[in-house]
Structures are given as structure tokens and as C-alpha cells.
């Protein structure tokens, strides 16, 4: 599809890596590799030869795209996929179809599924305090199919039909040139976590759109590059998210909020888990927003 380029990003993305690449091939594809210690630069170049691979250091999964999208030969759509996900099926040309029917759209996001196949809930709602508060003191469980206390992780959306939302994982997401050329690209700042949400923001601010179609789906992993390790990177990419979109004391609040949470959590929770949690609250102690974001 001459209209459009793919973005992969990796880091240590075997044994993923081949199945993403083989469900978008004959497509021009851009992987970014962030200094990965196996061999999946090795092995795209053998592959894949007729992809183009750049090497940098490990800068995050945002700077990633944005270097990703810098080398794209120009092109009306990207798609920013995982190196642990892969399209099933014609979902590329779903998408496109779909997306070029509503030029409101900024991005478009397929079902995500499961290796089992089993539904992968991927659609959210921007982060507010209540939100927060709703995921993290696990307010959510007790009405989780509710706008009031589940708003975060899409209030029991039912992943069966094609509609606007707020956000989405960002695990496969095609996304329209024109609204990149408008907002910009991805905020390399945010290294893991919260970029997406960031940038779908971005795009919801600037009058465009999201959305989610059940008619596209895509495997996706989850995880794979990670495996959950990275707590802290999550609670900062929320922390970062407030700063920069609703300024300081409101960042120190979520700040604050996520601190109170992981503690409870940790007295709570036993175990590695329980570990992480009394660990996240220790850090979330240590400084000011400005200091975390950075560290």
C-alpha cells in the first residue's frame, strides 16, 4: 500500500519480531532498534532486507517512533506498531478504508486480542485525578462497567463496535500524516509509558478524533519487552502527562495521590508485588515532580 509506512520500535524483540514484520510486509517499514543486546538487528537486516532498520541508544518507546517517522518515505498514513503485536488478516486496508472515509479522524485502532484470542481490552480515557484515584485505590472494581468509577479503562466498553473514544493502547495505531504534520510528532520525553496518551491528547486537543473498529484486529503480546518491570516508568509517565498539560500543582497532587495509593497497596499486597509497591511509595517520597520525571 503505497499510502502507507510502519513504524516498529524494538528492544530485545525476539522471538515477536518475525510475526510483526512477516503481517505487514510488502509495506515500507521503518524499525528503530534501541540498543537491543539479541539479535534482532541481525536478524530483521537477514529477514527483512528490504526493511530499514536504525540503530540508536535506548531513548524510549517515543523517540522510537518519532526517529521511525523522520525516515518513513512520505506517505497520507503511518502505522505505529508493536514489535510484540502483528495484523490479522486485511486489517492494514480496514483501517485505511475507514480512515480515509472520515477525514476528521487522526487515528484509527483495531481490536487487539490475545495469543488465545480472547479479547485484549485496549480502548481508555484520558487521565483526570478522579480517574487516577478510581485505578489506583481500586475503586474500579467495585462498578467496573461504569462511567463514575471505571472511566480510566474505558467503563466496560464492549469492544463490538466502531465508535469514537478517547484513547487507546498503543500497541497498533494508524495514524493520519496531516494530524502529525498539525501537532507534531511523539514526545520522546515520555521514555515508556503514558506516549500514547500524550499524543492522542495532543491530536483531541487540536480538534481530531480516535477510532476504535472491531472489523481490524491485531495479536499483541503485551508486555513482552518489559514483563511488567517497569512500575515506576508508569507512574512517572502519568506524572509527566499533568505537568505538561495541567501544570505543576496539579502534577503534585497526582503525585501525592499515587504516593498514598502504593503505600496502602504495600500494606495491603504481599510479595514481589507487594515489594514493588512499597518501593514505588519510598520513590514517590524522594522528591518533587520535577526531580521524578527526571530520574
Keep these: ?31 528503530v532498534d534501541n540498543d ?23 531513548r524510549g ?25 502483528w495484523l490479522v488478516d486485511d486489517a492494514l486496508e480496514r483501517m485505511v478504508a475507514l480512515g480515509d472515509a472520515r477525514p476528521e479522524v487522526a487515528v484509527v485502532a483495531p481490536k487487539l486480542l490475545n495469543l488465545d484470542g480472547s479479547l485484549q481490552r485496549s480502548v481508555r480515557g484520558f487521565p483526570t485525578r478522579w480517574r487516577l484515584a478510581t485505578e489506583y485505590y481500586y475503586l474500579r472494581k467495585l462498578g467496573p462497567h461504569t462511567e463514575l468509577l471505571n472511566s480510566f479503562y474505558g467503563a466496560g466498553f464492549d469492544h463490538a463496535s466502531e465508535r469514537e473514544v478517547e484513547c487507546v493502547m498503543g ?25 500514547e496518551v500524550d499524543w492522542l491528547y495532543r491530536f483531541a486537543a487540536a480538534g481530531w478524533t480516535t477510532v476504535f473498529t472491531p ?13 511488567g518491570r517497569l512500575y515506576r516508568d508508569n507512574l512517572r ?22 504516593r498514598t495509593a502504593t503505600v496502602l497497596r504495600g500494606r495491603i499486597v504481599r510479595g514481589e508485588k507487594g515489594a514493588m509497591y512499597r518501593d514505588a511509595a519510598r520513590w514517590l517520597g524522594t522528591g518533587d515532580v520535577r526531580s521524578l520525571i527526571e530520574r
Excluded: Y
Design 36 to 58: 537491543s543486546s539479541d539479535d534482532t538487528v541481525a536478524f530483521v537486516r537477514e529477514r527483512f532486507p528490504a526493511v530499514t532498520v536504525i540503530e540508536q541508544a535506548n
Design 237 to 258: 509517565g502519568h506524572m509527566r502527562f499533568f505537568l505538561k498539560h495541567h501544570g505543576l500543582a496539579q502534577a503534585e497532587s497526582v503525585r501525592s495521590l499515587l
Design 171 to 195: 500497541a497498533c495505531m494508524l495514524v493520519r500524516s496531516a494530524a502529525i504534520d498539525a501537532v507534531g510528532p511523539p514526545d520522546p520525553s515520555f521514555f515508556l509509558f503514558s506516549e
Design 1 to 31: 500500500m503505497a499510502d502507507v509506512g510502519v513504524v516498529v520500535t524494538t528492544h530485545n524483540a525476539l522471538p515477536w519480531i518475525e510475526q510483526c514484520l512477516v503481517s505487514v510486509e510488502g509495506v515500507a517499514t521503518v524499525v
Design 215 to 227: 472489523d481490524a484486529q491485531c495479536m499483541h503480546v503485551g508486555g513482552a519487552s518489559h514483563g
Design 61 to 85: 518507546l517515543a523517540a522510537g517512533w518519532a526517529r521511525g517517522l523522520e525516515e518513513l518515505p512520505q506517505s497520507r498514513w503511518a502505522l505505529i506498531l508493536n514489535a510484540d503485536a
